[in-house]
């Protein structure tokens, strides 16, 4: 997975938890109105905060999200290290060959076979419109003592942060 230098320090802090997780759960809403989520394996966050995955271009989860406006969401967590991401963004099937062969990894080849000359692969850019993160302290013996603080004394600001942050401005 690669990270770009994003436009604030905010979104690097996001996107540095990402590349640690690397693989999100995107949920779409399905046609009865229920939530689905799956695993995708995240490529890339570029510097406009949009993430990259490949997916298989007609699919459930396309099909959800273009009959909704193109709404996802997706979610990323490492409970051993207390982080935790969430991005609401717009999706957007790409089918552009060149970027795919930037973005291959022998990994992907497991679900596309042929590699980028399969015609069912496609890639997902999602940006970015409002990410949220739950970030604890570094090691596991900082969050035990944050955890044993809260519990003792109610003073929670030990156990971690919680940053919310929108997306790039893009000039119209």
């Known amino acids: 997975m690669r990270i770009e230098r994003q436009a604030n320090d905010d979104l690097d802090r996001l996107a540095g938890l ?8 995107l949920t779409t809403i399905g046609a009865d109105g229920s939530m689905r989520s799956r695993p995708l394996q995240t490529l ?4 406009q905060a949009r993430l990259w995955f490949f ?13 909704h406006d193109h709404q996802v969401c997706l979610s990323y967590a490492d409970p ?6 969430s991005v609401s963004g717009t ?21 596309f076979p042929r590699g980028v000359d399969d015609p069912s692969l496609a890639l997902l ?7 949220e993160l739950w970030d604890a302290p570094g090691s596991a013996t900082m969050r035990m003592t944050g955890l044993v603080k809260a519990l ?11 940053v919310k942050t929108s997306g790039p401005r893009t000039e119209t």
Request: charged share 35%; proline share 3%.
């Open 125 to 131: 850019e999602v940006r970015l419109d409002k990410a």
């Open 152 to 162: 003792a004394t109610g003073e929670r600001s030990g156990l971690g942060d919680n």
């Open 44 to 47: 890339l966050m570029d510097a």
């Open 80 to 85: 051993g290290k207390m982080s935790y991401v």
């Open 91 to 111: 999706g957007r099937l790409v089918r552009d060959r060149e970027r795919m062969q930037e973005l291959w990894t022998p990994l992907a080849k497991a679900w």
């Open 18 to 25: 990402i590349e640690g997780i690397k693989v999100g759960m």
């Open 55 to 67: 997916v298989e271009a007609e699919s459930p989860k396309t099909e959800e999200m273009e009959a």
